[in-house]
């Protein structure tokens, strides 16, 4: 059953070192750090995405900015209570972690396999210009009764196909994680600049669990 529970929600991702360990929280005397790191798009731009590490995997106490970093692992949500209200906190869970040659050409990667429930009904729209986009939060089994929170981005045929999920639709998806800025109003003329996290979707397929 744990195996089953580990191999729906796999993530690979490497890229620069931009931050250095952040401490999180503390397990049963195991403490885990956050570090954040840039991976770059085909488009030459790139995404900043937190890695949440334990000391048990790296020397937490180093600093390792510009190095190239590369994470295996979960892509895991918690909720944060802030401003009287529940806000999605989204990072990678590194089971493993290595440093990898910078002069490496390899294109460093940034993939995603996700299996889960459709917890929300899909939100189909079409952009200004006439592309379509779905949004679908996903809701992947993690051991011991917890479950994670992945919102989803899909576009073209795949918003299309989204858009006819019902809540409770079994479905696995393969993407990247992307990261995505935008301003968030905390007063009358007041605004904050924050960063939401995501899977951009590139292939997705219904499980019809009554076969």
């Known amino acids: 059953m744990l195996d089953k529970v580990f191999t ?4 690979t991702i490497a890229g620069e070192v931009v931050s250095e360990f952040v401490f999180s929280h503390e397990v049963y005397g195991e403490h885990f750090f956050l570090i954040d790191i840039a991976v770059c798009r085909l488009s030459n731009s790139f995404d900043i995405i937190p ?21 295996s692992g979960q892509f895991r949500s918690y909720n944060r209570h802030e401003e009287n209200k529940n806000r999605l906190v989204l990072s990678v869970f590194a089971r ?30 079409k952009t200004p210009l006439g592309r379509e986009i779905a949004d679908v939060l996903l809701a ?21 196909y989204a858009d006819q999920f019902e809540v409770g639709s079994h479905i696995q998806l393969w993407g990247r994680i992307q990261s995505r800025e935008y301003q ?22 219904f499980l019809d669990d009554e076969e």
Not at 8 to 11: A, E, S
Not at 51 to 71: F, N, P, T
Not at 184 to 205: L, N, Q, T
């Open 96 to 125: 493993e972690v290595s440093l990898l040659d910078n002069d490496s050409e390899e294109q460093n990667p940034n993939y995603i396999f996700l299996d889960g429930f459709v917890c929300k009904r899909p939100i189909y729209r």
């Open 140 to 160: 992947v089994n993690r051991p011991y009764g917890k479950s994670d929170y992945i919102p989803c981005i899909c576009w073209g045929r795949n918003a299309r």
């Open 51 to 71: 890695v949440m590490v334990s000391e048990r995997l790296i020397d937490v106490k180093a600093d390792y900015r510009g190095c190239i970093l590369q994470a």
């Open 8 to 11: 729906n929600n796999q993530v």
């Open 184 to 205: 968030k109003k905390i007063g009358e003329e007041e605004y904050e600049k924050r960063v939401a996290y995501e899977v951009s979707v590139s292939k997705m397929e």
